[in-house]
């Protein structure tokens, strides 16, 4: 029999194989239809529709793979658009286009590409490459948006507790919605694909695409002409210079000794983020609260970082506040003062307190750094007060006899209160706002603002920030007799 003779069978084709090539060119030789402007924008609109159906993890219509690469460019450039629109209306006017971001708010596309690309031997479709990289895209666009309008939502009181959930860590619950609105569809594409297809599918889907985004963060845009902080960002002007070359120096040549047998406060602040005015306002209060009514005028130091003080007091950094600690052992009576140190800031999963101040770059200070610091002061006698999210994680490494040590959250959750605008966090407020204006003893101010904050978290509905304490068992008679002594002085 030779090769054409018409009587010879076919050649035996897999099953699988036939079934698979008769689906998909059941659809992909569909005759092209015209394009035109209107079917473009039509499209475009379905695309969209389709997107937030996606988002909803309803079927999307994208899991017939009969997008175009036009389809692709047109929603990556609806998404740029809306970010755009979405960004401008957070910051306002005042920002502006931030070309330098582009290259980074495009870095998913290339991810979105790769990933089908990789799995073309699971999808045999000649525009899956185009078609699942639109759908990727589309999914995106109502979660961003819907990410915006909550930021919005956000800068409005009633709703300012929302800020706390639309920022890292929070922030990867959107980015786990749209993982999940991706899986759903991955597992709902039409023919080509068997069950184990599919799975090896969602797996290559982790691996190319939802792990490396989920390590970068895609920035926006439209953005603030002050890089985000509240005052703007330092200048390193030749006035910022020289004044900061010689306030510390200043304050602490100014720095009074311990009075042989009365029992002297000393008070160091330290404002480590000068992202927001909140560190610093809560710290200039609470220095002026310390000087005033807790007698340590003559006796304070306070270090911040916060564009507006930078001519007026000296950075908070971990170099500037260890050369405190050790002018303050100095100086003091070990023996009969106490140190009262109170640090807020920002804080983090991995307990360090952040220390900021754009351009600067700081060294972070850790409960380990803190706990060095106060032994090489020599300080006996001290409370320290650490204001920060996680902050319950400096209780253990700063534990000794003489200390007395409060932390506004254990070292697991986050506390609250730092936004732009604010006065105080919620823990400063309580505490140094309202409970050390009734009383001398520290302990007792700690559990009035813990119940405090305890009632403001129920009606806000927050996560509770379980506020920590431990004291040393040397701490309490010193703390007594400076309660007693403070006690008599106000009642002169």
């Not at 015209?34 to 695309?47: E, K, M, N, W």
């Not at 270090?303 to 002018?327: D, G, I």
């Not at 009969?336 to 351009?359: A, K």
Request: net charge negative; aromatic share 10%.
């Amino acid at each position: 029999m030779t090769p054409n003779d018409p009587t010879e069978p076919p050649a035996e084709t897999a099953p699988d194989a036939a079934v698979e090539a008769k689906q998909c060119s059941a659809q992909d030789g569909a005759p092209a239809q015209p394009v035109t402007l209107r079917s473009v924008l039509s499209r475009l609109g379905a695309d969209l529709y389709g997107g937030l159906r996606g988002a909803c993890l309803l079927a999307s219509g994208f899991e017939k793979l009969d997008s175009t690469p036009v389809n692709l460019v047109l929603l990556v450039c609806a998404d740029l658009v809306l970010n755009l629109l979405v960004s401008l209306l957070l910051v306002g006017r005042g920002g502006s286009f931030s070309l330098s971001s582009l290259p980074y708010f495009l870095f998913h596309l290339p991810l979105f590409l790769l990933f089908p690309v990789a799995a073309r031997y699971l999808v045999h479709r000649p525009l899956a490459i185009s078609c699942i990289a639109a759908a990727l895209v589309a999914f995106s666009i109502p979660i961003e948006v819907c990410h915006g309008i909550l930021e919005w939502l956000a800068q409005w009181r009633p709703f300012e507790w929302l800020s706390d959930y639309l920022a890292a860590p929070h922030y990867y619950r959107f980015f786990g919605w749209w993982c999940a609105a991706s899986l759903v569809f991955l597992l709902r594409l039409d023919g080509c694909l068997g069950v184990g297809r599919r799975l090896r599918l969602v797996l290559l889907f982790l691996v190319l695409v939802a792990v490396p985004l989920y390590y970068y963060q895609r920035g926006d845009l439209w953005v603030s002409n002050e890089g985000g902080n509240e005052s703007g960002e330092l200048s390193l002007t030749d006035e910022v210079l020289t004044a900061q070359s010689h306030l510390l120096d200043d304050q602490l040549a100014a720095l009074q000794p311990g009075r042989p047998g009365h029992s002297d406060l000393y008070f160091v602040g330290f404002a480590g983020d000068a992202s927001q005015d909140v560190f610093l306002k809560e710290l200039s209060v609470t220095r002026q609260l310390f000087d005033t009514r807790f007698g340590t005028a003559g006796r304070s130091v306070l270090l911040v970082n916060n564009p507006q003080s930078a001519t007026a007091l000296p950075f908070a950094t971990a170099a500037n506040l260890e050369r405190a600690l050790v002018r303050v052992g100095e100086v003091m009576n070990r023996d009969e003062d106490v140190l009262f140190l109170y640090l807020s800031s920002h804080g983090s999963r991995d307990q360090e307190l952040e220390v900021s101040n754009p351009p600067l770059e700081l060294k972070q200070v850790t409960p380990e750094s803190l706990r060095r610091m106060l032994q090489k002061s020599g300080i006996k006698y001290k409370v320290v007060v650490v204001s920060a999210c996680f902050s319950g994680g400096f209780i253990q490494p700063l534990q000794d006899n003489g200390s007395l040590v409060i932390t506004a959250a254990d070292a697991t959750h986050e506390s609250f209160g730092c936004g732009f605008g604010e006065n105080f966090t919620w823990f400063g407020e309580a505490f140094v706002g309202d409970a050390l204006r009734g009383t001398y003893s520290f302990t007792d101010a700690f559990e009035k603002s813990r119940d405090t904050i305890r009632k403001w978290e129920t009606e806000k509905d927050e996560t509770p920030s379980n506020p920590q304490i431990w004291a040393g068992k040397e701490i309490w008679p010193v703390l007594k007799r400076l309660q007693k002594e403070l006690e008599q002085r106000g009642a002169k």
